[in-house]
């Protein structure tokens, strides 16, 4: 029986920046094929995420996979292209010290980057899409960006604060929760729904602007259970069970 329809599809080639919304990805084992291919490493080796990013505002990344060229497009309208051929390998860290192996890439990006972050930043290509996640897809329901928009009092809630991969409707607030630990079948791929996505401080910043505007966080814990360590629920992390395309206005169904 159908629950629910995709509405939404969105990825970026670099981790941390403002996704890109798509019509159709297509899924493997490792979660939506070139998504969060590429990532920003600091002096230290460390890959950086959303929250570092917040002077670059709404800035997009973009892979032509069929000529092998990054680009990152500004808010003041520059836009730097580079070839993401591999340059010296490189093992970057994430998440609980997690090694990321992959190759440094892109140094003209590199360089707008640093210019622009204040620090002195590599773009590494990981091996794999997805590796800089605890999981490699992420699920959101319509109406619990509804539900938290009514706890703020916000009519409408920017949902590309959260950074998820795909929005589905058809579901209570939040039941996209009760799928942890089952498989469910979206588009042609089934993936299996691990647990919650706990939430950080970006969220409650601006996506088009980077600043600060709602209290997200204190805001779902004012009518949802924290999860370990006091972390903030919302949205479900999932794995690819079964290879397939996803696209807008595909059914989504529990296995």
């Known amino acids: 029986m159908i629950v629910a329809r995709v509405v939404a599809l969105r990825t970026s080639a670099l981790k941390g920046l ?23 490493l600091n002096p230290a080796g ?11 505002g709404s800035a997009t990344a973009q892979h032509d996979v069929r000529t092998n060229v990054l680009s990152v497009r500004f808010d003041d309208g520059e836009t730097v292209e580079a070839a993401a051929g591999p340059d010296e390998a490189v093992v970057g860290r994430a998440y609980g010290d997690v090694p990321v192996p992959g190759h440094v890439v892109a140094a003209p990006i590199a360089e707008a980057l640093s210019r622009r972050l204040g620090v002195r930043v590599r773009v590494m290509r990981t091996e794999r899409s ?15 960006v509804r539900r938290l928009g009514d706890e703020l009092g916000v009519r409408d809630l ?15 607030a939040h039941g996209e929760d009760a799928w942890c630990g089952r498989e469910v079948q979206v588009g ?28 997200v966080l204190r805001a779902i814990l004012r009518y949802r259970a924290p999860m370990d360590g006091g972390k ?13 395309r996803v696209r807008v206005g595909d059914p989504v169904t529990a296995v």
């Open 158 to 172: 920017d949902v590309r604060r959260f950074k998820m991969n795909i929005e589905i409707d058809g579901l209570n």
């Open 46 to 56: 460390w890959i950086l995420y959303g929250g570092d990013f917040a002077q670059l």
């Open 130 to 144: 997805g590796t800089t996640l605890p999981g490699p897809l992420t699920i959101l329901g319509r109406q619990s």
């Open 188 to 215: 042609e791929a089934i993936v299996q729904v691990g647990g919650q996505v706990p939430r950080c401080v970006l969220t409650t910043r601006d996506p088009a602007t980077g600043r600060r505007d709602h209290d």
């Open 232 to 244: 903030a629920p919302f949205g479900v992390y999932a794995s690819v069970v079964r290879r397939g």
């Open 18 to 40: 403002i996704q890109n919304d798509v019509d159709v990805i297509e899924l493997d084992a490792d979660g939506i094929v070139d998504d969060r291919r590429f990532a920003v």
